[in-house]
């Protein structure tokens, strides 16, 4: 079946603009999980969704990073004022409950440049 | 905090050699250990975990045993072959005490040889 999928797969952007990322999980899914892989690193973690609700956010960096997902499926990462700081590999991951969130499958990421 | 420390690559190894990838981490509950790996292209993929102490995960060739005396959690594989080549991350989840998060290493870069 089809695993998660990250659109779009790359974007570059100027230093202060607004940018989204979105991530489809797989079908079924209800915990899903937006992750920041900068240049030579491990992915960090940003925040988790269970369902709607976003159970831990704990990961943001500020307050200009932001998450949705407002029907328990699609999500959206919105990144506000950007700054070249933020260049990097966005990445999305969905279980299929929370019971099982250790199990996690990751999407191909979104490369985020700001110029 | 937790933390995961595993040893910089890359690793360049000829097809059929012995692979070990180190890994230890720092946890204050009892975590669940994982080795995940990133083809060229692809995305993040599980390779193998282990929810206890002594477990050993296994997969594709590939084990690690979850040794909490040492803290760590070391990959190995007998022979490696040229589809092995990829970034490999060791990581850890405690729900008990890191909510939902999972920590990764920096990730290794390992080289095949033909």
């Known amino acids: 079946g089809a695993g998660v999928s990250q659109t779009p797969s790359n974007k570059v952007t100027e230093k202060g603009k607004y940018v989204e990322l979105r991530c489809d999980p797989i079908?079924?899914?209800?915990?899903l999980y937006w992750y920041r892989q900068s240049l030579g690193q491990g992915p960090e973690f940003l925040i988790y969704?269970?369902?709607?609700?976003?159970?831990?956010d704990s990961g943001l960096p500020n307050d200009r990073f932001f998450a949705v997902r407002p029907e328990g499926s699609v999500s959206t990462l919105k990144i506000q004022r950007t700054e070249r700081g933020d260049s990097a590999v966005y990445l999305c991951?969905?279980?299929?409950?929370?019971?099982?969130?250790?199990?996690?499958?990751f999407g191909p990421g979104t490369r985020l440049l700001v110029l | 905090g937790d933390s995961v420390t595993q040893m910089e690559g890359p690793v360049t190894l000829s097809e059929e050699a012995f692979l070990t990838i180190n890994c230890t981490y720092t946890?204050?509950?009892?975590?669940?250990l994982f080795w995940y790996v990133q083809y060229p292209g692809e995305g993040l993929q599980l390779l193998l975990k282990?929810?206890?102490?002594?477990d050993k995960g296994s997969n594709k060739g590939f084990e690690a045993t979850y040794r909490k005396e040492t803290t760590s959690f070391h990959l190995e594989k007998g022979s490696v072959q040229v589809s092995d080549s990829a970034v490999y991350f060791c990581?850890?989840?405690?729900?008990?005490?890191?909510?939902?998060?999972?920590?990764f290493g920096a990730g290794t870069r390992l080289f095949v040889k033909a």
């Open positions: 990581a850890l989840s405690d729900p008990y005490t890191g909510g939902f998060k999972t920590i």
């Open positions: 969704f269970q369902g709607t609700g976003a159970a831990d």
């Open positions: 282990a929810t206890k102490a002594d």
């Open positions: 946890a204050t509950g009892y975590p669940s």
């Open positions: 079908s079924g899914h209800t915990a």
């Open positions: 991951a969905s279980s299929l409950t929370e019971t099982s969130r250790e199990t996690q499958y």
